[in-house]
C-alpha cells in the first residue's frame, strides 16, 4: 500500500497521557491529569437533563447543520446563524478549513510554536506551511505580515497561544489585519478566549462584521467542559461558510453534542465561576513558580509553560511516578518547559507540591 506522499514523515499526533492508562501502568489510585486543558470542575451539572431527554432519539441521525444549537449560540453571540458552523470539536473545523482552502502550490502562515493541527492539516491538503517563530512566547506579528506571499491562503493565529499560553490584542490585530492583501484569510484560533481577562483581547466578533477575511474558531471542550462530546464551531462570513459547509460530514456535529451544548449554553453562572477559579488557579500556580525563580509566559489560558531549567521529561516523568500528569515540553518544542493545566485549588497544590520535590524547591506548608 502507497499512502499520499505528504504521509510520509507526518507525525501521529500525541495526546496528553490518559488518566486511566497512568493509574493502570504505575498502579496508583490517586492521579490528577493536568495535561491536556480540560476543565477540573466538569461541566455544566443542567446538561444531564436534556441528555435524558435526547437517549429517546438515539436511532436518529442528526440534523447535520444543527439548526436549534446555531439559533441559540447565535443570539447568545450576537451573529447571524447562517456565519456559524459547527464541527467535531474545534479540531474538525480545522480540517475543514485546510480541506477546503489549502491545495498543492498554497502557502499557510503560522507561528512556531502552536497547535499543532494547523500544520497537520496544511501539509495534508498538499499545503506548504511557512512557520514564524513566537518572540518571547507571543505571535510576531510583523514578521507574519512579512512572511504573507501572493500565495499565501491563511493565517493562524493562535490566540491565547497554545502552548504559550499569550495573547496579541485588539490594536496589533488592527494594525495586522491593515497590512494583510485582500486575498488572505486570517483564521483566529479562540479556543480559550472565555479565559482570557486582559481587557486588550481583540473583540473578534466586531471586527469579523467589517473584515470578511476573518474565521473565528471556538470550542465547547473548554470551559464548558464538553470534551468529550466533541463540539466546536467557527464564525465566518456566510461565503466562507458555504464552501466549508460543501467538506462538511453530513452528521458530522452528533446528536448528543448539539443538545449538551444548548443546555450549557444556558448555564453561564458555570461559565463565570470556571473563568474565576481559573484566574485564581493560574495566580496560585504563577506566583509559587515565581518565588522558585522559574520563568513563565504571561498565561491568558486555563495553563501555564514554565521553563523548569531542566530536561523536560525528566521532570515529567518524576511528576508521573507522584500521580500527576502534566505535558512535557520536549514534544512542543520547549525542551525545558512543562505545560501544566490549570486545575482546581486542590490539585494545583498537589502539582506544586509534587513539582517541589522534583525540583528540590522549598514550599511553605499552609499554601493555597
Ligand atoms: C488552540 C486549540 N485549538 C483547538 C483545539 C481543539 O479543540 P476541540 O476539543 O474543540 O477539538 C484545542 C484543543 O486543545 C486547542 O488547544
Same mark, same amino acid.
Given at each position: 500500500m502507497k499512502p499520499k506522499s505528504v504521509l510520509n514523515g507526518l507525525p501521529v499526533y500525541q495526546p496528553g497521557k490518559p488518566l486511566e492508562?497512568?493509574?493502570?501502568? !504505575?498502579?496508583?489510585?490517586?492521579?490528577?491529569? !493536568? $495535561?491536556?486543558?480540560?476543565?477540573? =470542575?466538569?461541566?455544566?451539572?443542567?446538561?444531564?437533563?436534556?441528555l435524558q431527554e435526547e437517549a429517546a432519539q438515539t436511532a436518529l441521525y442528526p440534523e447535520g447543520s444543527a439548526p436549534e444549537l446555531r439559533e441559540k449560540l447565535s443570539s447568545h453571540l450576537g451573529v447571524d446563524p447562517e456565519k456559524i458552523l459547527f464541527g467535531n470539536g474545534a479540531d474538525e473545523v480545522i480540517q475543514m478549513i485546510a480541506r477546503a482552502f489549502m491545495e498543492p502550490g498554497v502557502e499557510a502562515v503560522l507561528a512556531d510554536r502552536t497547535f499543532p493541527r494547523y500544520q497537520t492539516q496544511i501539509?495534508?491538503?498538499?499545503?506548504?506551511?511557512?512557520?514564524?517563530?513566537?518572540?518571547?512566547?507571543?505571535? +510576531? !506579528? +510583523?514578521?507574519?505580515?512579512?512572511?504573507?506571499? +501572493?500565495?499565501?491562503?491563511?493565517?493562524?493565529?493562535?490566540?491565547?497561544?497554545?502552548?504559550?499560553?499569550?495573547?496579541?490584542?485588539?490594536?496589533?490585530?488592527? $494594525? =495586522?489585519?491593515?497590512?494583510l492583501p485582500e486575498h488572505v484569510m486570517v483564521v483566529m484560533d479562540e479556543a480559550y478566549f472565555e479565559y482570557v481577562d486582559d481587557p486588550a483581547y481583540p473583540d473578534t466578533l466586531s471586527l469579523l462584521e467589517q473584515d470578511p477575511r476573518l474565521v473565528v474558531l471556538r470550542t465547547f471542550s473548554k470551559i464548558y467542559g464538553l470534551a468529550a462530546f466533541r463540539i466546536g464551531y467557527c464564525v465566518a462570513s456566510e461565503s466562507i461558510i458555504t464552501e466549508l459547509n460543501k467538506v462538511r460530514e453530513p452528521f458530522n456535529a452528533n446528536r448528543i453534542a448539539q443538545r449538551a451544548a444548548r443546555a450549557a449554553l444556558e448555564d453561564q453562572e458555570f461559565v463565570d465561576h470556571c473563568r474565576k477559579a481559573n484566574q485564581a488557579g493560574r495566580e496560585q500556580i504563577q506566583k509559587q513558580l515565581e518565588e522558585w525563580g522559574l520563568s513563565s509566559y504571561p498565561s491568558q489560558a486555563n495553563f501555564v509553560l514554565v521553563?523548569?531549567?531542566?530536561? $523536560? +521529561?525528566?521532570? =515529567?516523568?518524576? !511528576?508521573?511516578?507522584?500521580?500527576?500528569?502534566?505535558?512535557?515540553?520536549?514534544?512542543?518544542?520547549?525542551?525545558?518547559?512543562?505545560?501544566?493545566?490549570?486545575g482546581d485549588e486542590k490539585q494545583n497544590r498537589r502539582f506544586l507540591e509534587a513539582l517541589a520535590v522534583c525540583l528540590d524547591k522549598p514550599l511553605k506548608e499552609q499554601r493555597g
Open positions: 492508562e497512568v493509574k493502570r501502568e !504505575l498502579g496508583l489510585s490517586e492521579v490528577i491529569k !493536568l $495535561a491536556s486543558n480540560e476543565n477540573p =470542575f466538569g461541566c455544566s451539572p443542567r446538561i444531564w437533563e436534556s501539509v495534508i491538503e498538499g499545503g506548504e506551511p511557512v512557520e514564524v517563530p513566537l518572540k518571547e512566547g507571543v505571535h +510576531d !506579528l +510583523d514578521a507574519m505580515a512579512q512572511a504573507v506571499t +501572493d500565495r499565501t491562503r491563511i493565517v493562524w493565529i493562535c490566540n491565547p497561544n497554545n502552548p504559550s499560553g499569550t495573547i496579541i490584542t485588539q490594536e496589533q490585530l488592527e $494594525a =495586522f489585519l491593515a497590512k521553563d523548569t531549567g531542566r530536561p $523536560a +521529561d525528566e521532570v =515529567f516523568q518524576c !511528576l508521573l511516578q507522584k500521580g500527576v500528569i502534566v505535558r512535557s515540553g520536549e514534544a512542543l518544542g520547549y525542551p525545558t518547559h512543562l505545560r501544566v493545566t490549570v
